[in-house]
């Protein structure tokens, strides 16, 4: 059942990262919606929380060119064609940070914005990290450190951490590791 009638769709950009559409709807009120945007991301994203054995959490420092910004973030990014969801992880972790991650754990999935946008992310907790390279991805990251959970805490609340999946996949982490303390 369809809740809500699409009467038309528009295709008002498309990228191999994008679609940009126009839909007209008719909602179960009789209402029509003219004008309804919506984004279309054809990659699912992944977010990793790698946590070492003292509980600190590895984070990167990269540039944001929208914002133009250098601050505090997870490693994450796009989950390829056909890649499963755990090797894009591990593959992000170790582009981003150099690390590996003995074992990987879902932490949680949401959407950033359901109402107008599609895209999905995925957050897995990596532990058991090793050092595998010591070069990292510096186009965009320019800098990686772990930092313990009481700096997390304050870089949340000092906004030095103010992505959207990082806010998301650090409370998360945060929370559950309170609830297993």
């Not at 800098?143 to 806010?167: A, C, P, Q, W």
């Amino acid at each position: 059942m369809t809740y809500w009638k699409q009467l038309s769709r528009k295709v008002l950009y498309k990228s191999d990262w994008l679609t940009v559409t126009l839909d007209k709807l008719e909602l179960p009120n009789g209402r029509i919606i003219d004008n309804f945007e919506l984004m279309h991301y054809p990659h699912t994203a992944v977010g990793i929380v790698p946590v070492n054995a003292k509980d600190e959490i590895l984070l990167v420092r990269a540039y944001r060119y929208l914002q133009e910004t250098f601050l505090w973030e997870i490693p994450g990014g796009v989950v390829e064609p056909d890649e499963p969801i755990m090797e894009a992880c591990r593959r992000e972790l170790e582009e981003e940070t150099g690390y590996t991650s003995g074992l990987l754990t879902p932490l949680t999935t949401f959407y950033p914005h359901k109402a107008t946008c599609d895209q999905k992310f995925h957050i897995y907790l990596a532990e058991d990290l090793s050092k595998a390279e010591d070069e990292f991805q510096k186009e965009e990251v320019t800098e990686v450190g772990f930092h313990s959970l009481d700096n997390i805490r304050k870089m949340i609340d000092t906004g030095e951490i103010d992505d959207g999946m990082s806010l998301v996949a650090l409370q998360r982490f945060l929370l559950r590791h309170k609830n297993h303390s």
